[in-house]
């Protein structure tokens, strides 16, 4: 049975004791109850396919055998999403894959992302990192401070005044004059 939707968390919560190819077994696995009532007798060694097809979506096959201390902290970021993957959702819910990751890994994670939504998984994203959210989406929500302050395509975000202010920064933005550091906007979100 197809789960309705799988999601990542904000911190990379991996089994560390698994393979990568082990940790996206767990997700991937749906047993019956016949099933495991058996499991809990024998222990078959199955490989399964959701398993293959989502490491190699993500560009992650040479990983599999890997235990996950012994990758990057980009990498561990894009095993979270093949376990979601390989779980077959409908919708893939994704709370701050970004969180963490320099900016080539979250270039290369918003390449990989958008492939995948290419590829037929609508996905719901929540990051801060807006280079990311504006690289790959189709459509966009902006809260700021549990407000909605704006909606639309990337184009109608990057222009949206309230978003520019509170994410984006605005040229005009000027630190208050008892502030010894200039303003970081979105840095109190």
Not at 7 to 16: C, I, K, N, V, Y
Not at 58 to 63: Q, R
Request: aromatic fraction near 2%.
């Amino acid at each position: 049975m197809r789960p309705r939707r799988a999601r990542t968390w904000q911190a990379t919560e991996l089994f560390d004791d698994l393979t990568v190819r082990e940790n996206l077994t767990v997700a991937a696995r749906h047993p019956t109850a016949a099933e495991t009532i058996k499991e809990l007798f024998s222990r078959p060694v199955r490989r399964v396919d959701a398993v293959d097809e989502a490491l190699e979506r993500l560009g992650l096959s040479h990983l599999a055998e890997a235990m996950p201390t012994e990758i990057t902290q980009g990498q561990r970021k894009m095993v979270a999403v093949a376990r979601a993957l390989a779980a077959r959702p409908k919708l893939l819910l994704l709370d701050e894959p970004a969180a963490g990751l320099d900016v080539r890994e979250s270039t290369e994670l918003g390449h990989q992302l958008r492939e995948v939504v290419d590829q037929g998984t609508p996905m719901l994203l929540v990051d801060h990192d807006m280079g990311l959210v504006l690289g790959i989406s189709d459509r966009l929500v902006v809260v700021d401070s549990g407000s909605v302050i704006g909606r639309g395509t990337p184009a109608e975000i990057r222009e949206n005044r309230r978003v520019v202010e509170a994410y984006l920064g605005a040229s005009d933005r000027v630190a208050p004059a008892d502030s010894a550091a200039p303003a970081q906007p979105g840095a109190d979100r």
